[in-house]
């Protein structure tokens, strides 16, 4: 079944605002991705964390590698309309896995203008 | 640039229909999957293919099989298509950086 949990399910922003979801898992894993998936499109990756604690940027997204390995958390500054689709974590077991990922269920943003 | 196809965009079938979906891609990836995507249940894998005519199910394989006779191309079906099998399916192949998965557009199945 699902091992992640992604929170909140949706969000509803003006442009401009700041948009902050996070997700967790009930196990430590070594590596946590973010996802983003535009409206008729496939997901795309947008951040890979490879170590308790790290932070890493690209643009306006922040996202960081909790320290109990369990959770991470991606914040996006001042949306803008483009930032709407579906955002998913996702961990990855590396190893022998064949590049398997779990995903959560994902965070629905739409901003309004 | 990595490209994943999905053979349609939409695709409307009968209960009991025989139902093939394709999936090409052109980055001599090793590795391909196939997932299915539902509202509030994010992305759940069905099957993955670590090289030709090698496969292994994933979370969700029932009323589903693969075939990979060529690394290119991973072929989904559904033997005997049910309604509960109305959903987005995507296909998705990584290459050098395993995590990395590149993803088609996505086939929307409508069972009826």
């Known amino acids: 079944g699902q091992q992640l949990n992604q929170s909140p399910q949706s969000m509803f922003i003006q442009e401009g605002e700041d948009v902050s979801m996070n997700c967790t898992s009930s196990?430590?894993?070594?590596?946590w991705l973010w996802y983003k998936q535009e409206p008729g499109e496939g997901p795309v990756l947008l951040i890979a964390?490879?170590?308790?604690?790290e932070l890493t940027s690209n643009g306006r997204l922040t996202a960081q590698f909790g320290i109990t390995r369990k959770d991470s958390f991606l914040n996006i500054s001042a949306s803008i309309p483009s930032d709407v689709g579906i955002y998913f974590c996702?961990?990855?077991?590396?190893?022998?896995?064949?590049?398997?990922?779990?995903f959560g269920q994902g965070t629905i943003l739409t901003v309004h203008p | 640039d990595v490209k994943v196809t999905q053979s349609s965009r939409y695709l409307v079938k009968r209960t009991g229909e025989k139902v093939f979906l394709e999936c090409v891609q052109d980055?001599?990836?090793?590795?391909m999957f196939w997932y299915r995507q539902d509202p509030g249940l994010g992305l759940r894998l069905i099957y993955f293919?670590?090289?030709?005519?090698?496969?292994e199910k994933g979370d969700i394989p029932e009323g589903y099989s693969v075939s990979r006779e060529k690394k290119e191309r991973f072929s989904l079906i559904l033997e005997s298509a049910s309604t509960n099998q109305t959903s987005m399916y995507l296909c998705?192949?990584?290459?050098?950086?395993?995590?990395?998965?590149?993803f088609g557009p996505g086939t929307r199945l409508t069972v009826t």
């Open positions: 998705a192949s990584t290459g050098d950086r395993d995590y990395e998965q590149y």
């Open positions: 196990s430590i894993f070594n590596t």
């Open positions: 964390l490879y170590k308790a604690g």
């Open positions: 996702a961990k990855y077991a590396g190893g022998t896995s064949y590049g398997k990922l779990t």
């Open positions: 980055m001599d990836h090793e590795n």
């Open positions: 293919s670590y090289d030709v005519k090698m496969k």
